[in-house]
């Protein structure tokens, strides 16, 4: 008789779960293949496919199904989708409170479309116009966002830059989140221009965890440097900037 042992059966589930891990990095390969290069190629794109199935099953979604859901969720809305303050409509859909955790996920992907086409417009015109008008600004020639000022100008900025999703989030919502991504500017030892405000609008634009998602490197290796690796925090911001305008005229390429 066939006896498999605790620890066979958890390195069988190991070995299907990187089956599947690799089965989703081939399809996201495959249909988005910009953001593949972006994130460094098919090997980091697989990093970040297991990152978000470690995400999925420590709060509790552990089909293939939900999982998938997942995946598609966090490539639309930033890594931490789950948890942005920008996306308060998504903790109340995956409030645990509520029935049936695959139900919650169908709802969201279906809140999530419609969401883009609030958001982002068909083909998505109103992001590429909002990219176009990013990528003419000169962000060391910007004032600095001063005082108890900043946030109101910050968001004034964006305003400007992004109507159609500054008027879907609305004024209060994002000044609160402005605040907190300012906030998290400072800790980063980003402030004043150029800096201070490529966080904030980087926040916005890829969501309020663009710093640690894999999908973004250019960010993390700029802001989480790996221990012994240089960095000069007099430079972080002007490094920040240039990084920012080289992903964002990869992903305005036809290419």
Aim: one cysteine or more; a negative charge.
């Amino acid at each position: 008789m066939l006896v498999i042992r605790p620890a066979q059966l958890q390195a069988l589930g190991a070995s299907m779960q990187e089956r599947f891990a690799e089965h989703m990095c081939g399809i996201f390969v495959q249909t988005y293949p910009r953001e593949c290069r972006q994130a460094g190629g098919a090997a980091a794109m697989l990093g970040w496919v297991r990152s978000g199935l470690k995400s999925a099953t420590e709060v509790g979604y552990v089909t293939e199904h939900d999982c998938g859901l997942w995946l598609a969720l966090m490539l639309i809305l930033g890594v931490d989708f789950a948890i942005d303050p920008q996306l308060p409509w998504v903790r109340d859909t995956l409030d645990p409170i509520a029935p049936n955790a695959s139900d919650r996920l169908d709802l969201l992907l279906e809140q999530t479309l419609d969401y883009l086409s609030d958001t982002a417009g068909e083909g998505a015109g109103y992001e590429v116009r909002a990219m176009l008008r990013i990528r003419r600004l000169d962000f060391g020639a910007m004032p600095a966002l001063q005082g108890d000022a900043a946030v109101a100008d910050a968001c004034e900025r964006i305003s400007l830059l992004y109507p159609r999703k500054f008027a879907f989030q609305g004024a209060d919502l994002t000044a609160q989140t402005v605040a907190q991504h300012l906030s998290r500017a400072h800790a980063f030892g980003l402030r004043g221009p150029p800096g201070e405000f490529v966080f904030v609008l980087s926040s916005f634009m890829l969501g309020s965890g663009f710093d640690h998602d894999l999908l973004q490197p250019w960010a993390g290796a700029i802001l989480h440097p790996p221990p012994g690796s240089p960095d000069d925090p007099s430079t972080r911001a002007q490094r920040l900037e240039a990084a920012a305008l080289e992903h964002l005229a990869a992903s305005l390429s036809k290419d």
